[in-house]
């Protein structure tokens, strides 16, 4: 049997096989912000992941990146994910919750007004945001006082305490994508003088200080981490991309995480560079890795002991029995982009397994 499909043991995570459920954002968790049984039955029908890494969540209210994700900040949300977790353990899944700070890729129309945050005061160029009046530029945020930042920490630690109560097995802390901590992490989205900008230590120091405090709060063993050193998407730069990534994860090691998480490439294809290697050469732990991977070359890269496992995203959205399809050799099914962001369970839960397709 291919290895991608044995057991893995990350921190106090035990996989049932080595293929990952990536963090998808799929918006159906209303202005609200509250999970609901749809986003219970959309989870559920991936069980069969050896793990599951829900969506990006909001960590601290007042900070929406995406007009209808979900948050952790309430008692109220603590007890609406509970139907999820409940849902997947049923079904024998083991699922992570991906907390999260958007920084300058939250909107004043998606909360009330309110001027966003970032390490500096630089706007995101060149993209765009969902809002409630349709797509919109982004915003100027305002530069994060440095007495302002222990307090953003103290709420990943409460939100990470609050994942757990909700019956989540562990949480990835959002380190990617060109949301707050990788703002922190890149030159080109940090020009701080203080203690937290100028150099990587300097940059790096917000993200440590979140690790070590979700650590403590809940445990490295149930603590993840996502980067993506490479990737472009949100107008994200940084000079030394793989020097940045071989210095960052020599220094991981001390957390003693559950695993890290990370994206290999750059969503625009515009910044290049090894970066699985470099974590491969300064990171003891366990490594999963994501974005563009076939079935094939997960198995590949698996048994040849490059990565433990590997992360699919858009596959687990038309494929909720991705898994079986995988040790089939089944054809997959493509996903209707579409319906990524849209309301409803059309192209969400609606998606055939292959028993389900050939009934």
């Not at 940084?238 to 003693?256: C, E």
């Not at 209707?336 to 998606?351: A, H, I, Q, R, V």
Request: aromatic share 8%; charged share 20%.
């Amino acid at each position: 049997m291919d290895t991608i499909f044995w057991p893995l043991e990350a921190g106090s995570l035990v996989l049932k096989n080595r293929i990952v459920m990536a963090p998808l954002t799929r918006c159906r968790a209303g202005e609200s912000h509250m999970p609901n049984a749809l986003m219970a039955e959309y989870y559920a029908q991936r069980a069969s992941a050896g793990l599951i890494v829900a969506e990006a969540t909001m960590a601290i209210a007042g900070n929406s990146a995406f007009w209808k994700e979900p948050g952790i900040y309430s008692e109220a949300q603590v007890d609406a994910w509970r139907q999820v977790t409940d849902a997947v353990h049923a079904r024998g899944g083991k699922i992570v919750l991906q907390i999260w700070h958007g920084g300058r890729a939250c909107h004043p129309l998606l909360n009330g007004g309110i001027t966003p945050v970032a390490p500096s005061a630089l706007a995101i160029v060149g993209e765009e945001v969902h809002t409630p009046e349709g797509k919109q530029p982004y915003t100027l945020p305002r530069a994060l006082e440095t007495d302002e930042v222990p307090d953003i920490v103290a709420g990943f630690a409460q939100a990470a305490d609050n994942a757990i109560a909700a019956g989540f097995d562990g949480v990835e802390v959002h380190g990617a994508n060109g949301y707050l901590i990788d703002q922190f992490l890149r030159d080109g989205s940090n020009v701080r003088d203080d203690i937290y900008g100028g150099s990587r230590e300097a940059r790096a120091k917000f993200l440590f200080d979140v690790l070590d405090a979700v650590c403590e709060r809940i445990g490295s063993d149930k603590v993840g981490l996502r980067l993506s050193p490479l990737n472009g998407f949100n107008d994200m730069r940084d000079s030394d991309p793989v020097g940045l990534t071989a210095w960052l994860t020599a220094r991981l090691g001390r957390f003693n995480l559950a695993y890290l998480h990370m994206m290999r490439a750059d969503f625009k294809g515009e910044q290049q560079g090894d970066v699985l290697a470099a974590v491969r050469e300064n990171y003891p732990g366990v490594v999963i890795a994501n974005m563009g991977y076939t079935p094939e070359e997960a198995k590949a890269a698996v048994g040849a002991g490059q990565l433990d496992a590997v992360a699919f995203g858009v596959p687990f959205i038309a494929n909720p029995d991705l898994v079986e399809r995988i040790e089939l050799g089944a054809p997959l099914a493509e996903a209707n982009p579409k319906t990524f962001y849209s309301d409803g369970p059309e192209g969400y839960t609606d998606y055939p397994t292959l028993e389900t397709a050939h009934a």
